[in-house]
């Protein structure tokens, strides 16, 4: 890939997403009212063969997406993300029309709408949509396994992978950094035997 392809798609997915929310953002924070709802795609949320630069640029959007809704939340302006399945020119290359009728654009309006609507207090949230369905999307996080900070090796890692890895134990869904640190921090309060 060359440097100008990586570049031309984050100009216009992310810096794209960049410049409109900028132009709105003062405005909504003035009115104490706003609705931005950010475009990501299957390939940012679970990436795609062949599409690093737009998988990863579909994946920030959603981290924009994130920041925003924390920025914005106390003066009710709301951020989301929807990630459709839709008939495109980008689909026509590799489904057939048949299946392209399934997914029509327009089974993804009443999800946008209902995101922009004032009675709606979603927020740093992401859905999938497209063919009439909707749904939403999470972190989870495995239960994890804590190391004596002295003596963690790969080789103890290693040693721990299953824990480290499984949902089948206790697993939690986090929505910010600061949930990961009082994990942390509550392990490391924990008087020692």
């Avoid at 206790?170 to 020692?192: A, C, H, Q, V, W």
Wanted: hydrophobic share 40%; charged share 20%.
């Amino acid at each position: 890939m060359k440097d100008e392809d990586w570049n031309l798609i984050f100009k216009v997915h992310v810096y794209g997403a960049y410049s409109c929310s900028r132009a709105a953002w003062n405005i909504m924070r003035e009115q104490g009212f706003g609705r931005i709802v950010n475009t990501s795609s299957a390939a940012g949320l679970f990436g795609s063969f062949g599409q690093v630069n737009y998988s990863a640029a579909k994946l920030a959007l959603h981290g924009f997406t994130q920041a925003l809704a924390k920025e914005g939340e106390k003066r009710n302006i709301r951020v989301n993300t929807i990630a459709p399945l839709a008939a495109s020119r980008m689909l026509e290359t590799v489904m057939p029309p048949d299946v392209l009728k399934l997914v029509n654009p327009s089974l993804v309006v009443p999800l946008v709408a209902y995101l922009c609507h004032e009675s709606c207090t979603e927020n740093g949230s992401v859905f999938e949509v497209g063919g009439g369905f909707v749904a939403k999307l999470r972190w989870q996080r495995t239960e994890g396994a804590f190391f004596d900070p002295n003596a963690m090796t790969p080789e103890t890692v290693a040693k721990e992978w299953k824990n480290i890895t499984s949902f089948d134990r206790k697993s939690d869904y986090p929505l910010s950094g600061n949930d990961t640190f009082g994990r942390i921090m509550e392990f490391r309060e924990k008087p020692k035997l």
